[in-house]
Structures are given as C-alpha cells and as structure tokens.
C-alpha cells in the first residue's frame, strides 16, 4: 500500500470506506429501555432519589469515594466543586495552561483568578513552573488527566502537600482510568467529570462532583441543587442546614432522562476501556517505526481512558512538512477521524484569559497571561495529532487501516514539500 503515490496526489486512498468512522457513546437496547422507562417514571427528581441516587450510589461505588452529586454538565461541576472548595475573590488556582477552557473559566464566576502553569513536552503539568506560580492566595491545584492518560498522582499529591495546597481533579477525559489501580477522581480532595457526548462514560449533557468529604459535598449541594435535596440530605443540626432552601440560588441539577441513560452506560464502562486499551497498544506497536510520529508515552502506573489518542508530530523528521499538510494528506487517504485539537488548547490564547474584564466587570484590572508565556504548552498543542480510540474487534481492521494511512502519509512526506 505504501508504493502507491499519496491519494492527495491522484493516488489510490489508503482507506475506502467512507466516514464518518467513530461515533461515541455507543448506543444498546438497554439504553433505549432505561430512558424509556424513565420517561414514564419521572422526568424531574428534585432530591436524590430514582435513577439520580441509583447514578450516584453507582458511581460512589465505581469511583469508591463516599459521595457523588450529579451535575447538568461539567462545567457546572467545575463550578459546585470550586464553590464548595471554598474558592472565592481574589483566591488563585493553579490550572494547567493546556486544557478545556472549562477547567478554569467556573472560576471567574466564583471571582478568583485561574493561575496557568506549563506543561511538560508530555503535556502534563509542569510542577517546577507551577511551583514558581504559587503566592500566598494560591489555595489549590487542579490535575486534568488529558486526553485519558491519568496524571502522575504520586507527584501531584506530594506537590499539594508540600505547598499546603488542596488538590482537585478534573476528570473529563479520563472516567475510569486508572493511576496504580486507583481511579482517576478518587485522588482529590473533590474531582469534578463531565458526561458530556463524547467523554468515556457520556449521559449526553451531565457532569457530577466526587468527593469523601462530607461537608464538601454539603457545599455542592447548596451550590446547585437548592432546596428538597438540601433540605433531606444536610442533617437538621448541621449549621449549614438553614440555608437548605434556597442553598446559593443556582440550580444544576441533571436531567433523569441523562441520569438513565448515563446509568445505563456504566456497567458497559469497564468493556469499552479495556477495548481501547488493546486498540490504542496496537496503534502504538504500528506506529512505532513511522518517522515523524510518535505514539504517547505511558507510565506503568497508568491505565489510560483514551478519550483520544495523541500523537506527537515532528516535522523536522518529515523534511519540514508542516502539520496541517500532513493531516491533509491523511485525511486525503480517507482517515477522516484524524484531527487536530480544537477547543483543547493554550488557554492563554482565549480573550477571555487575556482580558476577563471586557465581559467579567470584576477583573478590569486582571493581569492575563501574556504572548509566549507558556511556551510547552504551545508547542505540545501546534505539534499534537490525534487519532479516535474505538474498543471493539470489529473495530480492529478500521485502526489498522487508520494506522496504515499515517505510515503511508510519513513515508511519501517528501512528495508532499
Ligand atoms: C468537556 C470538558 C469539560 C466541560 O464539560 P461540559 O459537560 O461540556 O460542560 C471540562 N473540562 C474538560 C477537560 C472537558 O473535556
């Protein structure tokens, strides 16, 4: 296959069935039952009851924390979480400068300010330049698990610790993944995930909070499920309690309809990522020789979820070649799913990061992060390419093939300059 010319140049493509290749999550009958019967049992569940404490007590025990309240989206986890973390004006939070910008944005509601650290050229957060970072409003740190692949949580930890920070997680990418087989979520004072369409466990639209700490989880409930989940689940004599009513004033409850069918996703969880694992292996071993590509690194402490696949570029090796020509290229061969990130980025080069104060009246005098100022982060997103993760042996030939058009792509790279 690698003797005939590039299909961007008039060659036969690498692969000829058309897209779309991936879709996610994959829908059973079960699915289809379980938001039936929801439908007829309730489509609002004010306190935590039904399906919304079956997902919780569900997810409590998948997770092994003590308490889960779920949320409309991850972002409004995000949000609960902080809140309840006690995060206010003027509080500053070490977020890594590579993510979703809604690791951070919650805090700009809550008015503290998100403090970007560098990453590594893994794309995991530099601890040396988030060491730099700290002050004396610094009060917490965030790991994101991008992409699925787990932090290294023995760092993390031991980097919170010593600082006297609180370390939280923000497990979006990575539901189920494990870091010395321990889940990612479980790590942290409280973790915040979203169930958002395309992340490993998906209700849809949700997100949930998880944490084992009691009076957290009180906060989280009066953050955003005000009243009779408050008013039933904060005990009587707690001096939080008299504020059960209309707890903060935000409302984020989930939707029973997401609550089933996210339920209804979980215990098919543990079977998908065990697929992707032997899937994104078999990407890797094929990639491994192909110049110009190199497959993530993976620590032996990590099981990754792979929300994606991501691949480092090196131009350099393909005479130059810049990326989005390699990608043109690859997709030229039919593998349509190959992509660069998008909304997953340097958060430094949103306008909101720059300059908070043209839309947020509280940080008019807000110093954002300046051109150039993460350099790895900029640097890991310009030269990531990222390839979908798909589980089943059905799925194998579709992987093998995507694999075959990158290495096909990499080897006529010089047809291309
Ligand atoms: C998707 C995502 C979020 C936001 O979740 P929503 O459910 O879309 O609100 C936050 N952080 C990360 C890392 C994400 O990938």
């Not at 980097?159 to 923000?170: I, K």
């Not at 957290?216 to 009066?222: A, F, G, K």
């Not at 991501?310 to 190959?338: C, K, M, N, W």
Request: charged residues 20%; hydrophobic residues 45%.
């Amino acid at each position: 296959m690698n003797d005939s010319p590039l299909a961007l140049l008039g060659g036969e493509p690498a692969i000829s069935v058309p897209g779309p290749h991936f879709a996610w999550p994959p829908i059973a009958e079960t699915d289809r039952e379980a938001v039936a019967a929801q439908l007829e049992a309730a489509v609002s569940i004010p306190d935590r009851s039904g399906v919304v404490a079956d997902l919780e007590d569900a997810l409590a025990s998948y997770l092994g924390v003590r308490h889960i309240v779920t949320t409309c989206t991850g972002t409004a986890a995000l949000h609960s979480m902080y809140a309840a973390a006690g995060i206010g004006p003027g509080d500053e939070v070490i977020v890594p400068a590579l993510t979703f910008h809604a690791t951070a944005t919650p805090l700009f509601h809550l008015g503290a300010h998100p403090v970007l650290a560098d990453v590594d050229s893994r794309g995991q957060l530099d601890l040396s330049d988030a060491a730099r970072r700290i002050t004396a409003r610094t009060q917490a740190v965030v790991a994101v698990h991008l992409w699925g692949l787990p932090e290294d949580m023995d760092a993390l930890a031991s980097f919170a610790d010593e600082h006297g920070l609180m370390l939280l997680e923000d497990g979006s990418h990575s539901h189920g993944a494990t870091w010395n087989s321990r889940r990612t979520g479980s790590f942290g004072t409280a973790a915040a995930f979203s169930l958002n369409g395309p992340k490993p466990l998906s209700a849809g639209e949700g997100g949930f909070v998880a944490t084992d700490d009691s009076e957290l989880y009180y906060r989280v409930l009066l953050h955003g499920q005000y009243n009779k989940r408050c008013r039933r689940e904060i005990p009587a004599d707690h001096p939080l309690a008299r504020f059960a009513v209309t707890g903060m004033g935000l409302k984020l409850r989930i939707h029973p309809l997401a609550a089933a069918f996210a339920r209804a996703q979980l215990p098919r969880l543990d079977g998908y990522l065990a697929g992707r694992l032997a899937i994104a292996a078999r990407m890797c071993e094929a990639l491994d020789d192909v110049p110009g590509v190199y497959p993530p690194y993976v620590p032996a402490s990590a099981r990754p979820a792979w929300y994606a696949l991501p691949l480092r570029y090196e131009s350099a090796e393909l005479g130059g070649l810049p990326i989005r020509r390699f990608l043109d290229a690859v997709h030229a061969e039919g593998a349509v799913e190959a992509d660069l990130p998008g909304a997953t980025c340097p958060l430094g080069t949103h306008p909101l990061f720059r300059r908070p104060g043209a839309l947020l009246p509280g940080y008019a005098g807000f110093q954002g992060p300046v051109a150039g100022e993460f350099p790895v982060a900029e640097h890991v997103h310009a030269t990531t390419l990222k390839l979908p993760v798909w589980h089943g042996e059905d799925d194998v030939r579709l992987a093998d093939a995507y694999t075959a058009a990158i290495a096909k792509a990499a080897a006529h790279a010089k047809d291309l300059l």
